[in-house]
């Protein structure tokens, strides 16, 4: 059903991700509802596809965002920690932040200050307490890296596609937790991957589907690109 789930509206989009089995579960379709894509993307918001947000970013199609979120959903129970790796527009991270509760933290990171400035702004448009309760912030710094001053997290999400897992981001997965993140090579078909930390310390990993992203690169070599 991918690439097919477009709507006229912001709920006839999410009611169609739901028709069609992209969205399964009650807290991601109510996360997903209450956080509008108009808000965080100016062109085309209700088409399933991705969407350019500038500074050679984009916007994931909306049943990317749903398969996600369905994939994470046990680790973004309330109070659950949880790093947004390339958070560009801040949908996602706005998403999960409602599906982790009053008790749970997200952290939204980018290399691009631009990006984060956006994010705030798209945030702020509906969300200001998401923001003005510290459940929610957006900061610059390479994702690669991760976020160790926030971390150990339960749910990693990467919104680009790496040639291989950081291993910055491993060590900040908590036992127990999940991350996903698209795998391969620039420009060519890539594998969404879902890594699982068992308590005991071991990594399973598990390919899930074949996919498409820009790639998670160096902060210098995106902006030269996207000039």
């Known amino acids: ?3 097919r789930c477009h709507g006229k509206t912001h709920k006839e989009q999410i ?3 739901h028709k069609n089995g992209i969205i399964k579960s009650d807290a991601v379709y109510s996360a997903m509802l209450a956080v509008a894509r108009q808000d965080f993307c100016s062109h085309d918001p209700y088409r399933d596809s991705p969407q350019s947000i500038g500074s050679n970013a984009t916007i994931s ?4 965002h749903a398969y996600a979120l369905e994939t994470l959903r046990d680790h973004l129970k309330p109070g659950c920690k949880v790093l947004d790796v390339g958070c560009g527009s801040g949908y996602l991270s706005a998403c ?6 009053e008790e749970g933290r ?5 290399h691009i200050p631009s990006l984060v400035e956006m994010s705030t702004a798209n945030t702020r448009k509906h969300h200001n307490a998401l923001l003005d309760s510290g459940r929610l912030s957006y900061v610059e710094g390479d994702g690669r890296m991760g976020y160790p001053a926030g971390g150990p997290y339960d749910c990693i999400h990467v919104g680009a596609a790496a040639p ?5 981001l491993l060590d900040q997965l908590a036992r127990g937790g999940r991350m996903v993140i698209p795998v391969g ?20 990993k598990k390919n899930l589907l074949e996919v498409r992203y820009v790639p998670l690169t ?10």
């Open 218 to 227: 160096d902060k210098g070599r995106q902006i030269r690109t996207w000039r």
């Open 1 to 3: 059903m991918a690439w």
């Open 15 to 17: 009611q169609q991700l």
């Open 96 to 101: 999960m932040a409602l599906m982790v509760g």
């Open 164 to 168: 291989d897992i950081p291993t910055a």
């Open 106 to 110: 997200v952290v939204g990171i980018d």
């Open 185 to 204: 090579a620039e420009n060519s078909v890539q594998k969404f991957i879902q890594v699982d930390m068992t308590d005991d310390g071991h990594l399973d």
């Open 61 to 64: 199609a909306p049943h990317m």
